[in-house]
């Protein structure tokens, strides 16, 4: 069976189901030099604290100051998204004074940045399992979403208590229960319709991970929605990764060829016509 290039990038679904001229859009994102959407795993305040004789806190408040760095060249350079990885579902097991101060952390940062964020343009919003935040760090983040909800600038989600497992099964449930209502048939059930249901669905999937602090994997981050997102780890702590350590992510990121399962002449047919 010949298949049409159209066929062949059905998986790239922004191009797919929401944007019609598919290949004016595959050819754009096939040669685009600055990702859209940029996520990262923020690894290593730990080691960056013990490395100086620190309580692992002093780290993670040594991230926080990363993560305004980050945010601010994001914003700078035009970036549309920026997804960071600030606790997973699985990082409840760490000592429970780690995860109180963590929490802490995450409301005291809430507090003081959110006003600034607003200033600037940027939409915040919270991803993850909310249901364990039913107190005020909870309401807190309800209200910086509600404050943002309408700017234009840097779309910035916060993954917290959020596993790419917890992702995918949520989507799964939400479409059973459309099924047990009568709402969809389960044949109606495909990859766009899934992907309809998963959080960040309303923006471009990542082009670009990072990941910090030397390990080499995704640990559950964003799993269905990094299919076709280029990695790239550095072993530079978190804390430590400043603007210079960002270019150098984005340069690599401009230096791949991005072929989203097509071969290399199709990716260049596309490109010059
Ligand atoms: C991983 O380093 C980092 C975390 C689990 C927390 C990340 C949180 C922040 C950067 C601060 C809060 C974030 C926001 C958005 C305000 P690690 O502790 O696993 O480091 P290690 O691998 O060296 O032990």
Known sequence: MVRSIESITEPHYQSMSKHGAQGTIQASALSRKLPRHVAIIMDGNGRW??????PRIAGHRAGVEAVRG??????????????????????????????????????????REVTKLHENDVCLRFIGDRSAFAGTLGEKMAEAEALTRDNRGLKLAIAVNYG??????????????????????????????????????????PDLFIRTG???????????????????????????FDDQAFEAALASFASRQRRFGLTGEQVEQLQSG
């Open 214 to 240: 030397g390990e080499q994997r995704v640990s559950n981050f964003l799993l269905w929605q990094l299919a076709y997102t280029e990695l790239y780890f550095t072993d530079t702590l978190w804390p430590d």
């Open 164 to 205: 790419g497992r917890w992702d995918i099964t949520q989507a799964a449930r939400r479409l059973a229960l459309k099924v047990a209502a009568g709402e969809l048939s389960a044949e109606a059930i495909d990859e766009v319709l899934v992907q309809e249901h998963l959080c960040l669905a309303d923006l471009p999937e």
């Open 70 to 111: 980050i945010v601010r060249a994001c914003a700078r350079k035009g970036i549309e998204v920026l997804t960071l990885f600030a606790f997973s579902s699985e990082n409840w097991r760490r000592p429970p004074e780690e995860v109180g101060l963590l929490m802490e952390l995450l409301l005291s940062s809430l507090q």
């Open 49 to 54: 604290a013990k490395r100086r004789f620190m």
